[in-house]
């Protein structure tokens, strides 16, 4: 059974205390894992950190968060390489071990924590923006180029309609 933290004094903000934690989420660890030691604060309150931008720690952090992803990203890779050296067997006989099973489940839990984390690199989903100049809203402008043929049939039509008002 896990022993119990010890309540109080975990949540003094140091840079050493913040400099570990962000090294440890850049390198793919999850932040409840560290912050199950004893000598770190609490996940809570280090998203409190986060909420506060204390020491503008915010920014570190999502910078942490995407080296996270990067990390992650690679360990897929590399656990899909460890199933094809792992599997066993002809393809399409069932023969394919527990193992390569195991890291399957795996992948896809990876591959679900990334699309997740960061959306806009690693979802399935594409969200397709358009913006006008400077990011402002879509001026949509019309011209017509008009040849004197047709500008001479709109008279024919406008003298024609003007002809139908004055006569009723």
Not at 111 to 131: A, V
């Amino acid at each position: 059974m896990e022993k119990k933290r010890k309540r109080g004094g975990q949540t003094v903000y140091t840079e050493e205390k913040a400099d570990e934690i962000l090294a440890r989420l850049a390198e793919g660890e999850s932040l409840r894992s560290i912050c199950k030691d004893d000598h770190l604060p609490a996940a809570s309150s280090v998203i409190g950190w986060v909420m506060d931008d204390r020491e503008e720690f915010k920014e570190r952090y999502a910078r942490a968060r995407k080296i996270q992803g990067d990390v992650l990203f690679d360990k897929l890779i590399e656990l899909s390489q460890k199933a094809f050296q792992n599997a066993t067997g002809a393809p399409g006989t069932g023969e394919a071990s527990a193992k390569v099973q195991a890291i399957r489940l795996e992948v896809d839990a990876l591959k679900w924590s990334l699309s997740k984390l960061h959306p806009e690199r690693y979802s399935d989903f594409r969200r397709n923006e358009l913006t006008g100049k400077a990011g402002g809203p879509i001026k949509q402008e019309a011209s017509f180029l008009l040849t004197k043929e047709d500008e001479e049939k709109i008279r024919q039509i406008a003298d024609t309609r003007n002809k139908i008002k004055d006569e009723s």
